[in-house]
């Protein structure tokens, strides 16, 4: 079963603009990391945020977590077209498993 | 160039053929996973290790295999028993087994079967 499911699975916007990406999941999380993947890629780790944090920062993302709603968010601010490329969240499980439980994704696409 | 190395970037294999995914890392990690992605899904655990010479099953284990007889390296067999092998197929490694590390992916290797 997934552990994170994100929200939209795809969002298109005007280059300049903020995007938002959701994610839920399931059961207890140790930390929550979000990725981003260009097309026929491997993924790239933008960001970890542990869930005794509520948000981070880093560069033009903004990450937060709300562990009572089991639920994350990923900002991206100003975009670029260079931002365009699927983001995927996941979750390693509070219960000790030394693995990453991966959602579905969100495809971006920044209109120039 | 620290890194993880897939090869190779294309795969063709006829049915019934088991066929071998290399991934390689310099980065000194202990611990290793193999990925699949399906188009417009996410990515789902096949195996992974922690250790040399030892490996877990994870969601989708069946019609795999791997060894892990280097630290460095970490194959991947696609067997003749996966039913619909034709994917996109990632591999990660993660520096320790503690909690919270960053899995770093290599390039991956798309498989088709024809």
């Known amino acids: 079963s997934q552990q994170g499911e994100e929200d939209p699975q795809a969002l298109s916007i005007q280059e300049g603009e903020n995007a938002t990406m959701n994610c839920s999941y399931k059961t207890s999380i140790n930390n929550l990391q979000w990725y981003r993947q260009n097309s026929g890629r491997g993924l790239v780790h933008l960001i970890l945020i542990r869930s005794n944090e509520r948000e981070k920062h880093s560069g033009r993302l903004r990450v937060t977590l709300d562990t009572s709603k089991k639920s994350s968010s990923l900002l991206i601010t100003a975009s670029r077209a260079a931002d365009t490329a699927s983001y995927f969240c996941a979750g390693r499980s509070a219960q000790g498993a030394q693995k990453l439980v991966f959602g579905q994704g969100t495809r971006l696409t920044i209109n120039p | 160039d620290g890194g993880i190395t897939q090869s190779p970037k294309y795969l063709f294999r006829k049915e019934g053929q088991n066929v071998t995914l290399s991934c390689e890392q310099n980065?000194?990690?202990?611990?290793m996973y193999w990925y699949r992605q399906d188009p417009g899904q996410g990515l789902r655990l096949i195996y992974y290790?922690?250790?040399?010479?030892?490996?877990q099953k994870g969601d989708i284990a069946e019609g795999y295999s791997v060894s892990r007889e280097k630290k460095e390296s970490f194959p991947l067999t696609v067997t003749s028993a996966q039913k619909n092998p034709t994917a996109f197929y990632l591999c990660a490694s993660t520096l320790s087994l503690v909690a919270g590390a960053e899995q770093f992916f290599g390039p991956g290797t798309r498989l088709t079967v024809l």
């Open positions: 290790s922690q250790i040399v010479n030892d490996f």
């Open positions: 980065l000194n990690h202990d611990a």
